[in-house]
């Protein structure tokens, strides 16, 4: 069973920057894809950038320009470079990884607050 744990997250002021990490507990390169998600309270959960096993990046249209996800497969671990943080981008950040399949797996999350 693949676990997968976040960390980075915390407190930022705007327009501040956070990196995002998610270690896989096995190997990652036999991974479809893998991403981060985040939730907002009263909202759904929604995409915010993805990586294929190719290196190929989509990112959601909020966060185009100033996230970028990136993969070390050396050390089973994806990561978010989040710059020029809003309040907006306040949520829960959850890895997730396509197993292929119908396989998925998700992190606990780690929560990012972009506050004054």
């Known amino acids: 069973q693949v676990q997968l744990v976040e960390s980075g997250g915390g407190l930022v002021q705007p327009g501040g920057s956070l990196r995002l990490s998610c270690a896989a507990s096995?190997?990652?390169?036999?991974?479809?894809?893998m991403g981060w998600y985040r939730q907002a309270p009263g909202k759904e959960r929604e995409l915010v950038a993805a990586?294929?096993?190719?290196?190929?990046?989509d990112y959601a249209d909020s966060v185009k320009g100033r996230f970028t996800i990136s993969r070390d497969n050396a050390k089973n671990t994806v990561y978010l470079q989040m710059n020029s943080l809003k309040p907006e981008d306040t949520a829960v950040y959850y890895c997730?990884?396509?197993?292929?399949?119908?396989?998925?797996?998700w992190g606990k999350g780690t929560l990012v607050t972009v506050s004054s």
């Open positions: 997730n990884a396509d197993g292929g399949y119908g396989t998925t797996y």
């Open positions: 096995g190997s990652i390169f036999s991974f479809v894809a």
């Open positions: 990586i294929t096993s190719g290196g190929t990046t």
